[in-house]
T-cell receptor, first 112, second 114 residues
Framework: GIQVEQSPPDLILQEGANSTLRCNFS?????LQWFHQNPWGQLINLFY???GTKQNGRLSATTVATERYSLLYISSSQTTDSGVYFC??????????????FGKGTKLSVIP | AAGVIQSPRHLIKEKRETATLKCYPI?????VYWYQQGPGQDPQFLIS???????DKGSIPDRFSAQQFSDYHSELNMSSLELGDSALYFC?????????????FGPGTRLTVT
């Protein structure tokens, strides 16, 4: 199945700093999703971005499908950005279903 | 906008007991997925349903079963609970079961087995 790798595994930022999180995937994909898991465990959909660039406030994401990677940019980080960021890509099981395969995540800590 | 609803949000059970987790997908979504996330782990796929039929299974123990009902809500039944079943259980829904659709996740059910 597809392999999804994220880097860095851990990141500590001073409030107000910018950061870039990377997601590499082993096969071509038609779907790539970014999630933020907050300290309470909720998994928040950030971006559905199979290709191109999207922006939502201080967050933006870019997927270069031909080179099999995606980037998540966080600008002017805030303490509420802390948590774990996951990227996920669909894996075809051969049984007609596309479940998501997640990377191991990047744990972000934003300190005041 | 309506989101995926999961109940209960928290559940505490003892070993060898049973548990039932419920998932209500976004209206008009016909596909439901269940994922399990252990402590410090990434979510792992358990099982999925499309149009009320099981479409795929992941690493789901035989002690677990699930179904999707006529109103598209889904239930995950877990029997003979073990300590290792303590985890976050997420339900996700999508419109269609294809790779070009976005999966929307619910808030999760935190199951603690003591």
């Amino acid at each position: 199945g597809i392999q999804v790798e994220q880097s860095p595994p851990d990141l500590i930022l001073q409030e107000g700093a910018n950061s870039t999180l990377r997601c590499n995937f082993s096969d071509s994909v038609n779907n790539l999703q970014w999630f933020h898991q907050n300290p309470w465990g909720q998994l928040i959909n950030l971006f559905y971005i199979p290709s191109g660039t999207k922006q939502n406030g201080r967050l933006s994401a870019t997927t270069v499908a031909t080179e099999r990677y995606s980037l998540l940019y966080i600008s002017s980080s805030q303490t509420t950005d802390s948590g774990v960021y996951f990227c996920a890509a669909p894996a075809y099981s051969g049984a007609g279903s596309y479940q998501l395969t997640f990377g191991k995540g990047t744990k972000l800590s934003v300190i005041p | 906008a309506a989101g995926v609803i999961q109940s209960p949000r928290h559940l505490i059970k003892e070993k060898r007991e049973t548990a039932t987790l419920k998932c209500y997908p976004i209206p008009r979504h016909d596909t439901v997925y269940w994922y399990q996330q252990g402590p410090g782990q990434d979510p792992q796929f358990l099982i999925s349903f499309y149009e009320k039929m099981q479409s795929d299974k992941g690493s789901i123990p035989d002690r677990f079963s699930a179904q999707q009902f006529s109103d598209y809500h889904s239930e995950l039944n877990m029997s003979s609970l073990e300590l290792g079943d303590s985890a976050l259980y997420f339900c996700a829904s999508s419109l269609g079961d294809r790779d070009r659709v976005e999966q929307y996740f619910g808030p999760g059910t935190r199951l603690t087995v003591t």
